[in-house]
Nanobody
Framework: VQLVESGGGMVQPGGSLRLSCAAS????????MSWVRQAPGKGPEWVSS????????YYADSVKGRFTISRDNAKNTLYLQMNSLKPEDTALYYC?????????????WGQGTQVTVSS
């Protein structure tokens, strides 16, 4: 099983980034998926989830209206479009397979991609 995140980087406040998560080794199309982030010195924070078909999406209040989760089951890839980024969005972002659709528990994790929002 592999989940490989990419697309992180440094961006100014108000900027945008698109994260990707390439999945392999399990049935991605049959899996609910989530994004989870961890800021320095803090515990993991659930960010967003979507169901197997991508028709049902869920967001933490802190990112609602700014982030969009999506998936391409043909490419076994999960995405997170992040707009209007704020310094408080700075964190290591992980994709994870969600066993309960929203906010875990999670059985598979990627290695994370760093997002830094700073002027």
């Amino acid at each position: 099983v592999q989940l490989v995140e990419s697309g992180g980087g440094m961006v100014q406040p108000g900027g945008s980034l698109r994260l990707s998560c390439a999945a392999s080794g399990f049935t991605f199309s049959g899996s609910d998926m989530s994004w989870v982030r961890q800021a320095p010195g803090k515990g993991p924070e659930w960010v967003s989830s979507l169901d197997t078909g991508g028709g049902s999406t869920y967001y933490a209040d802190s990112v609602k209206g700014r982030f969009t989760i999506s998936r391409d089951n043909a490419k076994n890839t999960l995405y997170l479009q992040m707009n209007s980024l704020k310094p408080e969005d700075t964190a290591l972002y992980y994709c994870a397979r969600d066993q309960a659709l929203v906010a875990g528990p999670y059985d598979y994790w990627g290695q994370g991609t760093q997002v830094t929002v700073s002027s």
